[in-house]
């Protein structure tokens, strides 16, 4: 409890020093100690990993020493491949040339030329087929008996032993290859192919560049080592052999299966680290100051980005927000500034927008009281012109004084909730069927509902406007108008969650030119100063006052003729104007 009292202690107090001093403390747990900390761990790592470096170095130059030479063995070993496929040495060996006369041509014919393969070889000393059986004639240096074997019958036993070959390094420092040499169908041995090589002539050309001391151990002989030295290969002596194997720095080792021995390097260490801890020093004060310049030039961009940007909050005014003018970086504070530059938009749009529609609401209620004269006294004058028209029996006039009269009535309702679209598609039946009776055959409509209207609502007078354009101006003298009102789901469905609006005539359609002008009238983002189309810029504004999401109207002119308008209503149980 006491050590958790004692943090929190702590941590009040930190949090209550002002920023410098916050930043300073920081500097010293955030820099300096891990800046130190860092350099001397690097210094400590880095010396080791140099060692190992340098001891992997030596590691991998013996591996590559290994295999090259392991690869010139092979070169040297590829040699017997001629002798095992001339068919003249295989029949000798076999005792095929029973006179010194055939023995003698044969070998001046192809044999010699067999043994000529590597006169240019400067690692071939000489090479020698030794017969496993006496033949009639045998040629010194080149063709000899199994008796002149240069080494005991163990040996050639070994040799019998490995058909792909054997290397024999003697103990005078001697490297010599033997080959099995078989019949052709390899199921007899008939002889052995000695090659032997100048080790020293092979090694000058892999230790050329190498400072490095190299040391060779067979199984034949473990007790002793060979070095080579001074493009010589000899004996070590008892003294260098032991000054090599009790050495403390130890000795690298890597096996070489070909000649069934291993290759020894003496480990050397580098001393590089500590001759430039000096080095060391002088980099960690470098790296402590540009760190430090670094850290401070961070903090202060922060802190001065902060403090300039609760200045410009504090001197704002509730009545006229204005957005942070400074420059914004993708950082967490740009992020925040810019969010903060999103909202003062989004609020000083709301006050326009409700500003805007603050005004249309009091339009809407100006014009509508200002149409309200004596709305009772009209409706009777209208029904008694309907029952003298029935008394007369002039049903006509009649039925277009009652659907008059609804419309009427329907119009003059100074409420400005919003209407069901149900009432207010019969208020547009209303008006057609008005100048239906008006127009006669000039004019035919069809209303087609296609889904659901429960708890769909809308501004009033929607449609009214937009199908007095279509009378007004789609109706041509001797050609009859068609109107189509059509309501439907915008997913095909009965109870879509949004319903579309479409009207459409055939009538003759509205000019490109003019099409353009209506469209910016609309789309305007700003009131449009013009005085035509008010009735289609009032429902359009309406609408996006009505839903703020909303698009507005569309107008199309199809090319076959005539006008679509098309708008669409959100179902909801609630939608105030």
Not at 413 to 418: D, G, H, K, L, P
Not at 440 to 453: F, P, Q
Not at 517 to 526: K, S
């Amino acid at each position: 409890m006491k050590s958790a009292a004692f943090l929190h202690h702590i941590y009040d107090r930190f949090m209550n020093m002002k920023l410098k001093q916050k930043l300073l403390t920081g500097y010293f747990f955030i820099v300096i100690i891990p800046v130190f900390t860092v350099s001397i761990l690097m210094f400590s790592f880095n010396y080791r990993a140099s060692q190992k470096a340098y001891l992997k170095s030596q590691e991998q130059e013996m591996n590559n020493f290994g295999s090259q030479f392991d690869s010139l063995l092979e070169q040297i070993a590829h040699y017997s491949y001629f002798f095992q496929n001339n068919t003249d040495i295989l029949a000798y060996l076999g005792g095929q040339y029973t006179t010194p006369s055939d023995v003698l041509f044969h070998y001046m014919d192809t044999i010699s030329e067999t043994f000529d393969c590597a006169s240019s070889d400067t690692r071939v000393i000489r090479m020698k087929v030794f017969s496993l059986q006496d033949q009639a004639l045998f040629i010194p240096a080149k063709l000899e008996n199994i008796d002149n074997f240069p080494y005991n019958r163990a040996l050639i036993n070994t040799v019998k032993k490995h058909p792909n070959g054997y290397w024999f390094w003697s103990h005078q420092g001697s490297l010599t290859y033997y080959q099995p040499l078989y019949n052709q169908n390899y199921q007899n041995a008939l002889g052995i192919l000695q090659i032997e090589t100048n080790p020293a002539q092979i090694l000058q050309s892999l230790i050329r560049d190498l400072n490095y001391s190299w040391y060779f151990r067979f199984s034949s002989f473990p007790e002793q080592l060979f070095t080579y030295q001074e493009q010589k290969l000899r004996l070590c002596n008892a003294q260098e052999q032991e000054e090599f194997l009790t050495s403390g720095s130890g000795y690298l080792t890597k096996t070489l299966d070909t000649l069934s021995g291993q290759l020894l390097q003496p480990v050397i260490h580098s001393d590089y680290l500590r001759s430039h801890i000096f080095l060391y020093i002088l980099l960690t004060l470098i790296v402590l100051f540009l760190f430090s310049l670094l850290y401070f030039s961070i903090t202060q961009s922060l802190t001065r980005r902060l403090v300039d940007f609760n200045k410009f909050i504090s001197g704002q005014l509730p009545r006229e927000l204005k957005e942070y003018p400074g420059i914004l970086y993708q950082d967490e504070i740009g992020n925040t500034i810019l969010a903060y530059n999103h909202l003062i938009q989004q609020i000083n749009t709301l006050i326009h927008d409700n500003y805007e529609v603050s005004l249309k609401m009091k339009e809407a209620r100006y014009y509508a009281l200002q149409s309200q004269i004596r709305p009772h006294f009209l409706y009777n004058i209208l029904e008694n012109i309907r029952m003298s028209s029935v008394s007369h029996r002039d049903m006509e006039t009649a039925q277009m004084t009652a659907v008059f009269g609804k419309y009427l009535r329907y119009s003059m309702n100074t409420s400005m909730e919003a209407e069901p679209l149900e009432k207010e598609l019969q208020s547009a039946r209303d008006y057609l069927d008005v100048n239906k009776i008006r127009l006669g055959d000039s004019l035919t409509y069809e209303i087609s509902v296609e889904a659901e209207l429960d708890d769909v609502y809308c501004p009033r007078f929607i449609l009214q406007p937009l199908l007095e354009n279509s009378i007004r101006h789609g109706l041509v003298k001797g050609q009859p108008l068609h109107i189509s009102l059509r309501i439907f789901g915008e997913d095909s469905s009965e109870m879509s969650p949004v319903l579309r609006i479409r009207i459409q005539d055939n009538g003759v359609g509205i000019q490109s030119e003019r099409l353009h002008i209506i469209q910016d009238i609309l789309y305007a983002a700003e009131t449009f100063p013009s005085s035509r189309h008010v009735g289609l810029r009032n429902v359009n504004d309406r609408l996006k006052a009505f839903h703020p999401d909303h698009l507005g109207l569309r107008i199309e002119c199809p090319e076959c003729g005539g006008t679509i308008i098309e708008y669409s209503l959100v179902r909801k149980e609630n939608i105030l104007p």
